[in-house]
């Protein structure tokens, strides 16, 4: 019998490609995100009887307890949880010209809504003494990223929980790690290096060529989901408290 998965922000980009390699390795899913039109395109796309979208808003912690206990309630349990759901707030605000609600938006998006959903998940997980959480970080989680203060805070934040919580867990049978795309070819590029653009001054070609790495190219979304699915799989249960990066190099660690 397959795994039972849950991927916030499931619907489009990176989400979608862990959905889709999910899938492919046997796995029944479910797909959450705001969107119910994006749900039901992406349901169609990925087509089969093991996946279904279930509207979730991220940011509220009562709409994500309630995927979780909604996917228990019709699959008896939950094994994997990939918390995709994640953006940019601060478009080109350097750390002088970024308010507080924005900020605040940042760390609800990357952080509050992870911890709110590994905190429901790990109800079902502990006692079975099995599961496997994924944390989507960024290459912004490991280095600085001018005008983007609030994304990059936050992503770094994630890493720091997904570490606690797994020095919580692993031991119990659950392992817990963030994945860090670099540049990765989905319809956020723009938003995402807008601050650095418009800090730096610099055209897109340029900044987006400085992002990519030794690689010399943005990366595929399969490419990030082939490592969401190692991590998923019972094969990734000594990797945990991790923060991998998929970014071409740009990182180095």
């Known amino acids: 019998m397959g795994n039972v998965a849950i991927i916030t922000g499931g619907t489009a980009g ?3 490609a862990c959905a889709e390699k999910l899938l492919a390795d046997g796995a029944t899913v479910v797909i959450a995100g705001r969107s119910p039109e994006r749900g039901r395109d992406a349901v169609a796309d990925l087509g089969g009887s093991r996946v279904r979208y279930v509207e979730c808003d991220a940011t509220d912690p009562a709409q994500v307890a309630r995927l979780i206990e909604q996917t228990v309630d019709d699959h008896r349990r939950i094994d994997v949880l990939v918390n995709n759901a994640g953006g940019v707030t601060d478009h080109g605000r350097p750390v002088t010209e970024l308010d507080d609600d924005t900020l605040d938006r940042a760390f609800t998006l990357n952080v ?3 911890f709110w959903a590994c905190r429901s ?5 502990l006692p079975r003494g099995y599961g496997r959480i994924v944390n989507m970080s960024s290459i912004a989680g490991k280095t600085g990223v001018a005008g983007l203060p609030g994304y990059t805070a936050s992503k770094h934040a ?4 997904t570490k606690t919580l797994a020095k919580e867990v692993t031991a119990r049978g659950v392992s817990v790690n963030a994945v860090c ?21 610099a055209d897109f070609a340029t900044a987006a060529q400085h992002y990519t790495g030794d690689l010399g190219r943005i990366v595929d979304p399969a490419e990030v989901a082939a490592l969401v699915a190692l991590l998923a799989s019972p094969q990734g249960s000594a990797i945990s408290g991790t923060a991998i990066s998929v970014d071409g190099g740009f990182s180095q660690f």
């Not at 994630?158 to 929980?161: A, D, T, V």
């Not at 956020?188 to 800090?199: C, F, S, V």
């Open 158 to 161: 994630l890493i720091g929980f």
């Open 14 to 16: 990176i989400g979608l």
């Open 121 to 125: 998940a790990l109800r079902h997980m």
């Open 112 to 114: 509050n809504s992870a």
């Open 181 to 201: 795309p670099g540049m990765t070819d989905t319809e956020m590029i723009p938003r995402e290096l807008q601050g650095a653009i418009e800090t730096a001054g």
